[in-house]
Each structure stands twice: as structure tokens, then as C-alpha cells.
Antibody
Framework: QVQLKQSGPGLVKASQTLSLTCVISGDSVSRNSATWDWIRQSPSRGLEWLGRTYYRSKWYNDYALSVESRITINPDTSKNQFSLQLTSVIPEDTAIYYC??????????WGQGTLVTVSS | DIQMTQSPSSLSASVGDIVTITCRASQSIANYLNWYQQKPGKAPKLLIYAASNLQSGVPSRFSGSGSGTDFSLTISSLQPEDFATYFC?????????FGGGTKVEIK
């Protein structure tokens, strides 16, 4: 059974960096047939895909255009986890952030979610 | 980006009712359409993938249909545990995008 466990602060000051980690159990971040994604949810923006990291003989990343200049998603094979960094946050980045596994084009596993509030 | 439009945004129904939710894509996505259920305070849960395939463990009262741009999720006999919000999501193109959600409430 795959489990994704998120950690990170729930409060970030505006202009600072949001950092979250997702620890994977029951699977490998290096699995060749999955991608490891971050998705956020807010009342104003709904469910919004932010980006992904995945291994296909080498590591790749894809990012949403809306956050492309501010986002980094990194795998850590030694700890079997992946992380999200979002720089220069603004109050509109306030949301519930989820890590997720995309497998065969759908999300079959989600993290528990982290409410991140950006304070001005 | 492909826009996903769900309707209705909310509905009220009774236990035992048949409920149908629709999702329209801004361009053809073949059958790359998934449905999720979300309950308050929880992450979404996969119900249907590739438009019509029931995820393991999901009750058979849930079904999905459609292809191209128009899709639907049907609950054949609404149960108390089905009151939740439902989302569609396309995986035809990056970025994956979600519909705005349909909240199913108790009448």
C-alpha cells in the first residue's frame, strides 16, 4: 500500500519561501511509470496542478506556467521523498497543498494535505 | 491549457436518487478523463479513470461515460456516504486540469 506523508510549516510570511516535503512509503520516487506531483486547492482557484518530478532514465520536471518562475520540485532518492519549494509567496498562495502520485494518467494516491497560510 | 467545465456546481438530492454530473472539455481529450470524490477535510479519492473504468474498491453504483469533449458521472442510487464534492480531471495534456467541482447535498 502506497502512502504519502507530507510535512512542512503551515504559516509562511509573504515574500518568503514555502517548503514542503512528501515522504513515500510502499513505492519508489525513482519508479519508471509514475510521476510525483504537487497540487494545491483553494476556494478561489479550485484544484490547481503545480508541477511534477519523474524518472525516465534521467530526472525530469514539469511546472505550471502560473508558478514556473518560482517553483522547484526535487526528488531525494536517499530518503525516498520529494519536495516543493515556492519562492516569493503572496497571500494568494494560501491553499491546501497536496503531494500526489500520478500513475497511468490519474492520481491514485494523495498526501494528507497541508494548509499553508501566507501572512502579509 | 485545457479548460474543464462541470455542471451543475451544486445539486440537492435524496437517498436513492439517480444523480448525473457532466463535465465538458474545451477541446477533445479522447477518454483521458478521471473523476474524483472529495469529502470535507480529506484529499480527493479516485472513482473513475479513463472515462469509464471503475477504480478498484469503488462501488458499482458509480459509472462514467463519454469521450471527446463531453463526459458524465452517474450515481445510480445515491447513498448517505455519497454526499460529497465531485471533480473531473483531464490527463490528455500537460498541465492536468480539474473541473470546478459539483457539490452533492442532501435534499
Amino acid at each position: 500500500q502506497v502512502q504519502l506523508k507530507q510535512s512542512g510549516p503551515g504559516l509562511v510570511k509573504a515574500s518568503q519561501t514555502l517548503s514542503l516535503t512528501c515522504v513515500i512509503s510502499g513505492d519508489s520516487v525513482s519508479r519508471n511509470s509514475a510521476t510525483w506531483d504537487w497540487i494545491r486547492q483553494s476556494p478561489s482557484r479550485g484544484l490547481e496542478w503545480l508541477g511534477r518530478t519523474y524518472y525516465r532514465s534521467k530526472w525530469y520536471n514539469d511546472y505550471a506556467l502560473s508558478v514556473e518562475s518560482r517553483i522547484t520540485i526535487n526528488p531525494d532518492t536517499s530518503k525516498n521523498q520529494f519536495s516543493l519549494q515556492l519562492t516569493s509567496v503572496i497571500p494568494e498562495d494560501t491553499a491546501i497543498y497536496y503531494c500526489a502520485r500520478f500513475f497511468r494518467n490519474f492520481v491514485d494516491y494523495w498526501g494528507q494535505g497541508t494548509l499553508v497560510t501566507v501572512s502579509s | 491549457d485545457i479548460q474543464m467545465t462541470q455542471s451543475p456546481s451544486s445539486l440537492s438530492a435524496s437517498v436513492g436518487d439517480i444523480v448525473t454530473i457532466t463535465c465538458r472539455a474545451s477541446q477533445s481529450i479522447a477518454n483521458y478523463l478521471n473523476w474524483y470524490q472529495q469529502k470535507p477535510g480529506k484529499a480527493p479519492k479516485l472513482l473513475i479513470y479513463a472515462a469509464s473504468n471503475l477504480q478498484s474498491g469503488v462501488p458499482s453504483r458509480f459509472s462514467g461515460s463519454g469521450s471527446g469533449t463531453d463526459f458524465s458521472l452517474t450515481i445510480s442510487s445515491l447513498q448517505p456516504e455519497d454526499f460529497a464534492t465531485y471533480f473531473c480531471q483531464q490527463s490528455h495534456s500537460t498541465p492536468p486540469t480539474f473541473g470546478g467541482g459539483t457539490k452533492v447535498e442532501i435534499k
